[in-house]
C-alpha cells in the first residue's frame, strides 16, 4: 500500500484480490461500457467515469469501495475527484485491470 499524496491510497492487485475475496471491499470500474464488455475483474461494479458525479457515485456501507481502470490514471482521477469533494480518502488499484492480468488473477471475457 502507498499513500501518493494527501488521502489517496493505491493498492495492489494482490491486496485488492485479498479484500475482495474476504468481502471487505468492492471493485468499482470506471471504464466505459464497451471495454468492460470486453474484459472484467469478477464481481467487480461498473461506473463509467464518463457517467461520474458525485450524488451517483456507488457506495456500499460495511465495505471499502477500490477504483480501478485500465492502467491506473482514469481510477485515480475519480479518487482525487471524491477526495476533492470533501470525502477524506479514496482507494485505487494501481496499474488497473493491466496490472491485475500481469499479477495472473482471472477476468472475463467476451469473446
Same mark, same amino acid.
Request: charge should be negative; aromatic fraction near 6%.
Given at each position: 500500500m502507498?499513500?501518493?499524496n ?26 466505459e461500457e ?10 467487480s461494479? /461498473?461506473?463509467p467515469?464518463? @457517467?461520474?458525479? $458525485? *450524488? #451517483? ?34 482507494i485505487?488499484?494501481?496499474?488497473? /485491470?493491466?496490472?491485475?492480468? @500481469?499479477?495472473? $488473477? *482471472? #477476468?472475463?471475457?467476451?469473446?
Amino acid at each position: 500500500m502507498s499513500i501518493v499524496n494527501s488521502g489517496l491510497i493505491e493498492l495492489d492487485p494482490a491486496t485488492v484480490k485479498a479484500m475482495l475475496d474476504a468481502g471487505e471491499a468492492v471493485l468499482v470500474d470506471v471504464r466505459e461500457e464497451e471495454e468492460f464488455a470486453e474484459e472484467s475483474i469478477p464481481g467487480s461494479v /461498473l461506473s463509467p467515469m464518463s @457517467d461520474f458525479e $458525485l *450524488a #451517483t457515485w456507488p457506495t456500499f456501507p460495511g465495505r471499502k469501495v477500490i477504483i480501478s481502470c485500465l492502467g491506473g490514471v482514469r481510477s485515480a482521477a475519480i479518487a482525487n475527484k471524491l477526495i476533492s469533494s470533501g470525502q477524506g480518502w479514496a482507494i485505487h488499484m494501481k496499474g488497473g /485491470l493491466n496490472a491485475w492480468k @500481469d499479477a495472473g $488473477l *482471472a #477476468t472475463i471475457r467476451q469473446d
